[in-house]
């Protein structure tokens, strides 16, 4: 599991047991990506992890997700792969 703050100071979360990026922010947890197990880029609601271990939030808070051998990246509610 990594954790990191975005901009706001809301701790993102890679939950590498359960395949999934999660936003800590108000007292509440909530899945920011992530369905099953597996790769599938594209919107938020479809996109897949096969074990995200370490997450990054940049001053535009474009999130990169260390994803086994793959670096992915969250930005404007789509998720892309970027390097292998």
């Known amino acids: 599991m990594g ?3 975005n901009n706001e100071g809301d701790i993102i979360i890679a939950d ?20 099953f197990k597996g790769y599938a880029d594209g919107h938020l609601l479809v996109a897949m992890f096969e074990r995200p271990v370490s997450v990054y939030v940049d001053k535009r808070n474009k999130i990169f997700v260390a994803d ?7 930005d404007n509610d789509i998720v892309t792969t970027t390097y292998d």
């Not at 800590?24 to 920011?32: K, L, P």
């Open 3 to 5: 954790v990191c703050l």
């Open 68 to 74: 086994s051998s793959y670096i992915r990246v969250i």
């Open 16 to 35: 590498t047991g359960n395949s999934k990026i999660r936003i800590f922010q108000n007292n509440i947890v909530q899945t920011i990506a992530g369905t």
